[in-house]
Each structure stands twice: as structure tokens, then as C-alpha cells.
């Protein structure tokens, strides 16, 4: 059965970016180290540590689809066209973008909210699970009770400000079981299942 699972890098004090969106040293253990490997994208190559690497090759592979926010895919210019990871992206967005260049990208532009964009993905990705974007649309989905697990490749960075992981999230408190924890080269992968 697919998982919603709440995915990104963060820093130690809970930011996936700085307030100008520049991930900064977070994303530092993606080129740091010997094996070379790759997901959605084969001309995106990261450079990691071994134990990353048996991470990484463990666990992208369960992801079926994504779910990101217009935020995001303003800032990553859609990725061009090809799902970092997955098999298809859905967008959640006011209003979809009208001079998108890759019409025949497996990407869906989601204009009726999170919840619908929630029930497209989890029927593409079949018994695979779906990314979910952390910051705002996290906060959101816990709020509505939409997530399953939260996986974070926690970084030995403190930003001190940014966007925040959860967003704005301001619901009641969760309790979480650590399902996954694999130290790597300047990075910490976690995973947890959301209790219900």
C-alpha cells in the first residue's frame, strides 16, 4: 500500500532553505563523496557517500510520484521537464502555468487543493509511496491528516532562519516511530511513521 511520506533536507534547527530559497550547506553531502548515482533524472548525478548511496538506492526506487508546490516548481524551472524523482509530479497550484515549455512531461498542475492532488498521486503511484514536499504544503498535509512518514537528511547546518520543514504548521502534536537512521558523510537520514 503507497505511503505519503513528507521528504527533504533540513537543517539542524528545522529549515529547508534560507528566506531567499538558497538551500545552502544543506545540500553539501550530495557532492561529497565517491559514488556516483542518480534517480528521476540520469543527467542529475549526485555524488555521495557509500552508506548515502545504500540509502538512497533503498529507498528512491519505493517513490511511484511527487508532490510539490507552485513554490518549488518556480524555482527549480519544473526540473525541465523530468520528476527528480518518481514517475510523475503533480503541482499544486492556483492557477497552472500558461507557457509551460514541456506539455508532454509527466507533470499534472493541480488547481482544486492538496487533497486532490494527494488522491492523483496516490492512484498513479499504485503501491509505490509519494513524496510530499516539506514547508508549507507539509504543514498542510499534516493538518489534514494526509501524511504517513516524514524523511529527513538532516544536515549539520543551523541556518538560524528560512523555510521552515512543517511550514506554518500550528495542529496537534504527532507522535512518531523511527523507522529508518543511516549516518552518512555529512548527513543523517531519518525516516519515521506517523502514528495514527
Not at 504544503?137 to 524523511?151: M, S, T
Request: charge should be negative.
Amino acid at each position: 500500500m503507497a505511503n505519503v511520506i513528507v521528504n527533504a533536507s533540513v537543517s539542524l534547527d528545522g529549515f529547508i532553505a534560507q528566506q531567499n530559497d538558497d538551500p545552502g550547506a544543506i545540500f553539501d553531502w550530495y557532492e561529497n563523496g565517491p559514488v556516483a548515482i542518480a534517480a528521476g533524472d540520469p543527467e542529475r548525478v549526485f555524488h555521495v557517500s557509500q552508506a548515502s548511496a545504500d540509502y538512497m538506492r533503498r529507498t528512491w526506487p519505493r517513490i511511484g510520484a511527487a508532490i510539490i508546490g507552485r513554490r518549488l516548481f518556480d524555482i527549480t524551472d519544473g526540473w525541465k521537464g523530468r520528476p527528480a524523482n518518481g514517475d510523475h509530479v503533480f503541482v499544486v497550484t492556483h492557477r497552472a502555468p500558461a507557457d509551460w515549455p514541456y506539455p508532454d512531461a509527466p507533470f499534472t498542475f493541480v488547481t482544486d487543493g492538496l487533497e486532490s492532488a494527494v488522491r492523483q498521486a496516490l492512484a498513479l503511484a499504485g503501491d509505490r509511496d509519494v513524496s510530499l514536499t516539506a514547508g508549507n504544503l507539509a504543514g498542510q498535509a499534516l493538518r489534514l491528516g494526509l501524511v504517513d512518514g516524514i524523511a529527513m537528511d538532516l544536515a549539520p547546518v543551523i541556518l538560524g532562519s528560512g523555510v521552515r520543514f512543517f511550514g506554518d504548521f500550528d495542529g496537534a502534536s504527532l507522535l512518531l516511530e523511527e523507522t529508518d537512521n543511516v549516518p552518512g558523510d555529512h548527513v543523517t537520514h531519518l525516516a519515521f511513521r506517523v502514528l495514527r
